[in-house]
């Protein structure tokens, strides 16, 4: 599986972006995506993460209530709508695929290149 993200960029604290994660493959419906994020100086961290129905999701009790992950297995893609942004939410963000449900980086099977999102204070 070769995952591509998208959808970073600035945006002031409050505001929304919508991430985007394209996968290849004819069984990108088999596997739970998921989003991790790293920021400056920090070790990478656990975002979301939805099961191959998308019927479950997972998400950080720092994103909850902020963040919705949602897939669309037609079209092989996964995003991460995020609102209400915070400064402290500026990071990369990495897409990651897995077999199973992990929320650790060690437990993705793959892993798609980052994207920056900046929000500014």
């Known amino acids: 599986v070769q995952l591509q993200a998208s959808g970073g960029g600035l945006v002031q604290a409050g505001g929304s972006l919508r991430l985007s994660c394209a996968a290849s493959g004819r069984t990108f419906s088999t596997y739970y995506m998921g989003w991790f994020r790293q920021a400056p100086g920090k070790e990478r961290e656990f975002v979301a993460a939805i099961n191959w129905s998308g019927g479950t999701t997972y998400y950080a009790d720092s994103v909850k209530g902020r963040f919705t992950i949602s897939r669309d297995n037609t079209k092989n893609t996964v995003y991460l709508q995020m609102n209400s942004l915070k400064p402290e939410d500026t990071a990369v963000y990495y897409c990651?695929?897995?077999?199973?449900?992990?929320?650790?980086?060690?437990?993705?099977?793959?892993w798609g290149k980052g994207t920056l999102v900046t929000v500014s204070s």
């Open positions: 990651a695929a897995a077999l199973r449900y992990s929320d650790s980086s060690d437990g993705m099977d793959y």
